[in-house]
């Protein structure tokens, strides 16, 4: 239980719905087995569930803070970091997409200058079913590219042929996963003293267009939402 929390970066909600389903399907093969192994015991029961938490306090990341990460990033040459950074803020996606992006996602000729967008290729996202839903993304060149020159450059520099755009140099160069990007966030919250987290840069991308003059029903567009209603979660105007 406790290395779950500690190391897995679950909440302690999160390991009280796992053990519940755990504990579910051993009173399942409890119910199965019974004649062919009476003495079976669903021991998950035993377990003591770590104790509620409240929800995460939201953090409404400014500009100022997200450019000091960028150039503490910078300065000590983590360009893969500093490009992911730079993704997230100019494209709000989630971590679980962030991972599916290719070095051939932002390119001139994904360029749209009508927009001032790079525009992907449908990637997964989240959505309804087991597998959520197909969708193209949008990334404001203007943000990400100082940063993705950079990375581009330095993957050259270490030679790197992985086609997934970040990744990890755990155990060799691996695609990214989203184990990295928790890593990172943890990594980023130390930085700036705050709680920094994936999703806030999505609130970040939202906040940033709708201050640059973008109607919300374009801004719902551009984060994927079915309902202008939850896009307005998402902008921190004061």
């Not at 679950?10 to 399942?28: G, W």
């Not at 679980?96 to 992006?101: A, D, L």
Request: charged share 25%.
């Amino acid at each position: 239980k406790d290395w779950i929390i500690n190391t897995q970066n679950l909440s302690s909600n999160r390991v009280r719905q796992l053990k519940s389903t755990i504990s579910s399907m051993s009173n399942f093969i409890c119910d199965m087995l019974d004649e062919e192994y009476p003495n079976f015991k669903n021991i998950v029961n035993k377990i003591k569930p770590p104790a509620k938490q409240d929800v995460r306090e939201k953090t409404v990341l400014s500009n100022e803070q997200v450019e000091n990460l960028l150039n503490i990033l910078v300065e000590n040459k983590k360009y893969c970091q500093a490009c992911a950074v730079a993704c997230l803020a100019a494209s709000g996606v989630r971590k679980g997409e962030i991972i599916q992006f290719k070095t051939d996602f932002l390119t001139e000729e994904r360029y749209d200058k009508d927009t001032g967008f790079y525009i992907t290729p449908e990637i997964r996202c989240k959505g309804a079913g087991k597998r959520g839903k197909v969708m193209t993304k949008f990334v404001i060149r203007d943000i990400v590219d100082p940063y993705l020159k950079l990375w581009l450059e330095q993957r050259k520099e270490l030679g790197i042929t992985c086609d997934n755009l970040f990744i990890s140099n755990y155990n060799g160069y691996q695609p990214a996963d989203k184990h990295t990007i928790d890593s990172w966030m943890l990594t980023f919250s130390k930085l700036l003293k705050t709680d920094v987290y994936a999703h806030a840069f999505r609130h970040y991308a939202a906040t940033w267009l709708k201050k640059n003059g973008v109607e919300i029903s374009k801004i719902r567009d551009f984060l994927g939402h079915n309902d202008s209603s939850t896009t307005e979660i998402y902008i921190d105007i004061g």
